[in-house]
């Protein structure tokens, strides 16, 4: 049965835990594998699940010796020394490796991803498959959103590693908006992508509050050693659980009803905006969507974005915001 590529890179985080009769629990590995998906949550069933297929999957042939201690409730590597790196890259995970690398090669101005795509065409180089898979040809036929800033990855690196080693740090910024930088103090929680660019996230004790930063508008970072870290216990999606975009708005989620021509509601149904989307009423004039959100500028924006294809049933404030900016919007053409 074939073998998803990102179970076997989970099969090689797992199996780095247990090195060098290293022990894991069962937290420790998800925590492990969900950093190497970049905080991408998984659940302990796959973690299960790829233990299992670790000992006695036929088509991996790992076998691995993996044995659970019940008393202190960690796994642990019965044969010291042993490693499924041991065992010769099949085509699938050589598949899954080259993939992997050009999924990062939109990112290719950070060291830290760089490192990655290089160790993979060493990998591919000095491999039996190598005339099968020459790395600069493979997957030519992929192309991925372009970037409209650069400037950020140059800050990439020593902000993932911050967040990963849960570190405070010192950043001079200026935003969008301000006049001229400001320095803050940040206690890291989450770095994140939205719409090709990087954002930190992290709290600020000056203002007891979750901060925003764009590392295109970094001006500086470093790390501060001297000053101990605040665990704020930052759960992404309870905190981005009611918003639509990258900030959180100070405004109370509401429930908004829209109402889409069935050629939008085709796109919006196949790629829903937000995890509340609900059909309220579907026929052969509109579709009727609720969400519950925020409704700040983000969401503003996409309805706008939107044109004559969607209208604001409720609340009626939001529908009066739009009308207002749709005829601000006309004036200009007068």
Not at 28 to 48: H, P, S, V
Not at 83 to 94: C, H, S
Not at 249 to 278: G, K
């Amino acid at each position: 049965m074939p073998v998803n590529k990102s179970a076997l890179i989970r099969y090689r985080v797992i199996n780095r835990c247990l090195l060098n009769s290293r022990k894991a629990t069962r937290k420790q590995l998800k925590n492990a594998c969900e950093e190497a998906f970049f905080g991408r949550e998984i659940g302990y069933r796959t973690i299960d699940s790829d233990i299992n297929a670790m000992r006695y999957d036929e088509g991996l042939k790992y076998f691995a010796p993996i044995k659970f201690n019940r008393l202190y409730g960690y796994y642990y590597y019965e044969e010291p020394g042993y490693t499924i790196e041991n065992i010769p890259l099949n085509d699938e995970e050589y598949e899954a490796l080259l993939l992997a690398a050009k999924l990062l090669e939109q990112f290719s101005d950070a060291p830290v991803f760089q490192t990655f795509a290089e160790t993979v065409k060493r990998v591919a180089k000095q491999s039996g498959l190598k005339e099968k898979y020459r790395y600069v040809s493979r997957y030519h036929y992929l192309e991925f959103e372009g970037r409209r800033d650069l400037s950020s990855s140059k800050y990439l690196q020593d902000v993932i590693k911050a967040v990963s080693d849960c570190k405070v740090m010192e950043l001079i910024y200026k935003s969008y908006f301000a006049d001229a930088p400001s320095t803050y103090i940040i206690h890291s929680c989450l770095l994140k992508q939205y719409k090709s660019s990087w954002y930190l996230l992290g709290y600020s004790e000056d203002e007891d509050k979750i901060k925003t930063f764009a590392l295109d508008r970094f001006i500086s970072v470093k790390v501060r050693n001297d000053i101990p870290f605040i665990n704020k216990r930052f759960n992404s999606k309870n905190y981005f659980g009611n918003s639509f975009g990258i900030n959180v708005s100070r405004e109370d989620p509401v429930e908004v009803h829209l109402s889409f021509t069935n050629l939008q509601a085709t796109y919006v149904l196949a790629f829903p905006i937000h995890s509340s989307q609900e059909i309220v009423s579907d026929d052969d004039k509109e579709v009727v969507i609720k969400y519950f959100v925020r409704p700040d500028y983000e969401f503003i924006s996409q309805i706008m974005a939107w044109g004559n294809e969607v209208k604001v049933i409720k609340p009626e404030s939001l529908a009066e915001i739009v009308r207002s900016k749709l005829k601000a919007a006309l004036e200009q053409y007068s």
